[in-house]
């Protein structure tokens, strides 16, 4: 059963910056697609970033040029870094985990609030 554990989220005013990280428990890590997804109170989830095995990115329109997708395959990590963060960053962030041709898993979703 893979397991993947969000941290890093909390309370941040306008302008700062957070870095949450997913650790999975997954033995093939390093060839697994990781995203990152985020829910708003009452909107649907959306895609927001994600990382391939070969460390190719994607990022939505909302959060390319400050937010930052990397991983750590020795450390079985996945790490967003967020910069210039305003209220309409303000979700339920939750990381994604995915073979090619298999299910995939989510992680519990970790809190980031963004208010003066």
């Known amino acids: 059963q893979v397991q993947l554990v969000e941290s890093g989220g909390g309370l941040v005013q306008p302008g700062g910056s957070l870095r949450l990280s997913c650790a999975a428990s997954?033995?093939?890590?390093?060839?697994?697609?990781m995203g990152w997804y985020r829910q708003a109170p009452g909107n649907q989830r959306e895609f927001v970033a994600l990382?391939?095995?070969?460390?190719?990115?994607t990022y939505a329109d909302s959060v390319k040029g400050r937010f930052t997708i990397s991983r750590d395959n020795a450390k079985n990590t996945v790490y967003l870094v967020m910069n210039s963060l305003n209220a309409d960053d303000t979700a339920v962030y939750y990381c994604?985990?995915?073979?090619?041709?298999?299910?995939?898993?989510w992680g519990q979703g970790t809190q980031v609030t963004v208010s003066s």
């Open positions: 990382i391939t095995s070969d460390f190719r990115t």
């Open positions: 997954e033995s093939r890590f390093s060839s697994a697609t």
């Open positions: 994604n985990l995915v073979h090619l041709g298999a299910p995939d898993y």
